[in-house]
């Protein structure tokens, strides 16, 4: 069983940085890929951004490239994502997932096994 606790969180100004973290329990993290969602109000989740096991792969939506980047620490089991530049098109929910096969990073929801409870992000205009 892996446990997602995601952090960072908030309000913020359009253009503004926030950085969200994902701490994670679990003996094997470093095998997992892992995954930023987010789901804004009477929208479907949709992916963000995701980072393979060694963080060599990473892959981002379009609405996000250039302007978000995902990380990880596999010695603090944790994920990060920074995002600059915010849009108030950006605020939703954002949660963190993990897939048992983290060799790709992969945007398909479907494909991870785990998955945090989520924090808010709130872009004002």
């Known amino acids: 069983q892996v446990e997602l606790v995601e952090s960072g969180g908030g309000l913020v100004q359009a253009g503004g940085s926030l950085r969200l973290s994902c701490a994670a329990s679990g003996r094997t993290f470093n095998t997992y890929g892992l995954g930023w969602f987010r789901q804004a109000p009477g929208k479907e989740r949709e992916f963000v951004a995701a980072?393979?096991?060694?963080?060599?792969?990473?892959y981002y939506s379009d609405s996000v490239k250039g302007r978000f980047t995902i990380s990880r620490s596999n010695a603090k089991n944790t994920v990060y994502l920074q995002m600059d530049s915010l849009k108030p098109e950006d605020t939703a929910v954002y949660y963190c997932?993990?897939?048992?096969?983290?060799?790709?990073?992969?945007?398909?929801?479907?494909?991870?096994?785990?998955w945090g409870q989520g924090t808010q992000v709130t872009v004002s205009s």
């Open positions: 980072i393979s096991w060694s963080g060599i792969n990473t």
């Open positions: 997932a993990a897939r048992f096969s983290g060799n790709i990073a992969t945007s398909n929801m479907y494909d991870y096994n785990y």
